[in-house]
């Protein structure tokens, strides 16, 4: 049969509005900040059997998650599920959320007898018990640590309080006023998307509703497939490492191209971790399906539609899909580090793909989340605050820098991110916040540029002590840049002692004491950039020297920029400059793995049109090219950077752990791309399209 389309987009609208107005419920009913100020929900609704029809609120992440735990509660209680039922469910080891601190409340939509849907809102809560306030203690070894965890349980039962979990929940948390007055916000969310859906459904008739959801997903899934086929089928590889302590765990990722299907592989992450750097499978493809929107689907309703023709497999066992007792309560800190992997990998895929409008759109950069959790004791009872601040600098695209002070985009058009107000912070903790401004460090350099992101610093107040946990996902290693745009900064935290000292507070730092006139000063991290810096409008580094953005001295190093006596670029100088450093790199490079000269490849038949293998990068025939010098670079099937000149300099923010490697234009000493590894790791990424893999086997090249 065919789809009636109106039909479907004016039942899709209804179904958004419901998603809306229960997010508002929700956030007059709870009473926290976490969720009433930095909307740390999500509303979903669903489908009988646990297919997402809509979405509400910011937190997109919280959307494919909530389907795991819908199939959870309907494999454990089938049947016996009835109208008025309210589940709660909280452990990610059995069918809970991104991470116990998240709890995830569930209802059943029922019109005519008949179940037609989920009313499924998740929220981070500001405790679930554990060894630390907050929940989160990076210390933990095992799940039992963690703090309360949940199956899927009642909480109503035919709308008929579950007086007995009430009471679990409440002597097993701290704050348990303000934690149980959550639970009954979200409670009350899903009691507007009951209300709301059953009357539609009863309004359509429970079978016409039900066919009109899945026309619904249909078209989504059918519009989300024919924009995957316009990428290049193939094979794409990235790497990034995951901090903790003084180790980089390596986290591989491989995205197959194959027709109208993605398939993300991390095959080869290390096996699970007696530390909370575990996470779960279905929480990886949770965050790699927000990537996955934003680059392919920002203008599509987040559906099963959109989450169908994805999929991502993590080996059980392995630190990204754990089995208990492994701790998990960071699960989604780390788990969005190897979703940044998937992007990275979905990107080169788009960049070697002729013709696809999203080749404009790339911006340098992924996950750059900077949080902790401190506890206090306030006459004689604790109190947690959660201080994440999740405004970083946004990675640039080609055309623009970066946004200031964002948020992961959500999608095309939105940034999914709202900061606490500094006086709303200190009227709840005890806690003077001494400044938030910008934070001025000098990163993600590029023909356009990073933003920037907040540096804030805060202390105790009225307590004679606060303690710590860091839930950050980096302090040595720098998210990416761009088709030669340099790295951003990792977040960062110092501790300013009442001596005078100073000291560095590495991420997933466990108790970390902040005395009564001590304080923590907190840096947002900035992602890359796009292009050589050496690229950069001489009006656009002016632009941000008069911004105080940069310093003269800035200008000159990064960007080859030399100013004159009133602080304006000299254009003759700068040129005079900007080609000293080109050549300066090409000295201090290594030589290309395997050069290349034009008489190499003149056996090759490269009289074809150029395709893109990346930004500045083209495949004619068989040979790879500089796009804009048109130095040969490889012969297929060799990776192309095989022919660039190589320069390696440490990042100075690593303390010696992390090196900086670009890969030039062997003509130009040009940045065609930048990439940031542990010492002694190999290149960490592969762009292999089918067509270049195909065009020909490897030359001999002396």
Not at 57 to 63: M, S, V
Not at 220 to 246: H, K, L, P, S
Not at 517 to 536: N, S
Request: aromatic share 8%; proline share 7%.
């Amino acid at each position: 049969m065919s789809i009636d389309p109106i039909a479907t987009e004016i039942l899709r609208n209804r179904l958004a509005a419901i998603a809306q107005d229960a997010g508002n419920a929700v956030e007059r009913t709870a009473i926290s900040p976490i969720i009433t100020e930095a909307k740390d929900y999500a509303v979903g609704i669903f489908d009988a059997d646990g297919n997402q029809v809509a979405g509400g609120g910011l937190h997109d992440a919280h959307w494919p998650v909530q389907r795991h735990a819908v199939l959870a509660m309907l494999q454990r209680y089938g049947d016996e599920i009835a109208a008025g039922d309210v589940f709660i469910v909280n452990d990610p080891h059995h069918g809970g959320g991104l991470h116990p601190g998240d709890v995830i409340v569930g209802q059943p939509v029922f019109a005519a007898d008949r179940r037609v849907g989920w009313a499924v809102i998740a929220a981070h809560m500001m405790d679930m018990g554990g060894l630390a306030p907050g929940t989160f203690f990076p210390n933990a070894t095992d799940c039992y640590q963690e703090g309360l965890r949940l199956p899927p349980v009642r909480l109503l039962r035919a709308g008929k309080e579950v007086s007995e979990v009430w009471d679990i929940v409440r002597i097993n948390v701290r704050l348990a006023p303000i934690i149980e007055m959550d639970l009954r916000g979200l409670v009350a969310g899903t009691n507007v998307v009951q209300q709301q859906v059953a009357a539609i459904a009863a309004t359509l008739g429970v079978d016409e509703f039900a066919a009109g959801l899945r026309d619904l997903n249909e078209l989504v899934e059918r519009e989300m497939r024919r924009r995957i086929q316009a990428i290049a089928d193939g094979n794409y590889c990235a790497t990034t490492w995951i901090e903790f302590g003084d180790q980089f765990l390596r986290i591989p990722c491989r995205l197959t191209v194959h027709g109208d299907r993605l398939d993300f592989d991390f095959a080869g992450a290390p096996p699970q971790q007696a530390t909370f750097v575990n996470t779960r499978e279905h929480v990886v493809a949770a965050m790699v399906m927000t990537w996955v929107h934003c680059e392919l689907a920002g203008d599509l309703p987040f559906t099963q539609g959109v989450m169908a023709p994805v999929s991502v497999h993590c080996p059980e066992g392995s630190m990204l899909n754990a089995v208990p007792p492994a701790p998990v309560n960071s699960a989604n800190f780390f788990a969005g580090m190897s979703a940044a992997t998937a992007k990275e990998c979905l990107q080169r895929a788009i960049q070697a793909s002729p013709g696809h409008p999203g080749r404009a759109h790339l911006f340098g950069g992924g996950v750059v989340v900077s949080g902790s959790s401190w506890g206090f004791v306030i006459d004689g009872r604790p109190h947690t605050w959660i201080a994440g601040e999740f405004y970083w600098g946004n990675g640039a695209a080609s055309g623009r820098d970066g946004c200031d002070l964002s948020f992961m985009p959500r999608s095309a058009q939105e940034f999914s991110a709202v900061s606490t107000d500094v006086e709303i912070h200190e009227l709840w903790n005890p806690i003077l916040i001494h400044e938030r401004t910008w934070n001025t460090a000098v990163a993600g350099g590029g023909r356009w540029r990073a933003g920037t992101g907040v540096r804030m610093s805060y202390g105790p107040h009225g307590v004679d002590r606060m303690v710590g946990q860091m839930t950050g996902m980096m302090s040595r290693l720098p998210p990416l840049g761009e088709a030669g745009g340099l790295p951003g900064m990792p977040p960062r935290h110092f501790l300013h002692r009442r001596d005078g000292s100073v000291r560095r507070v590495w991420a997933s730092e466990a108790d970390v004491a902040v005395e009564a006139g001590e304080y923590i000063v907190m840096e947002t991290g900035k992602a890359g950039g796009f292009g050589d810096p050496l690229e950069r409008e001489l009006g656009a580094v002016l632009d941000d020297l008069r911004r105080g953005r940069i310093a003269v001295a800035d200008a000159a190093a990064v960007y080859g920029v030399v100013c004159n006596a009133d602080g304006t670029p000299d254009p003759r100088a700068s040129a005079t400059r900007r080609a000293d450093l080109l050549r300066e790199r090409l000295s201090r490079a290594r030589p290309p793995l395997c050069p290349l000269h034009p008489e190499d490849v003149a056996s090759f038949d490269h009289g074809h049109a150029d395709l893109p293998l990346y930004a500045g990068v083209v495949q004619r025939g068989a040979v790879a090219f500089a796009e804009a010098s048109g130095a040969p670079l490889a012969v297929a099937p060799r990776h192309w950077t095989d022919g660039c000149p190589v320069l390696e300099e440490p990042f100075a923010p690593s303390e010696g752990r992390v090196t900086v490697r670009s890969y030039l234009d062997p003509a130009t000493g040009r940045a065609l791309y930048v990439e940031a590894v542990p010492n002694g790791e190999p290149r960490s990424f592969a762009t292999l399209p089918d067509r270049w893999t195909a065009a020909g086997p490897s030359p001999t090249v002396e």
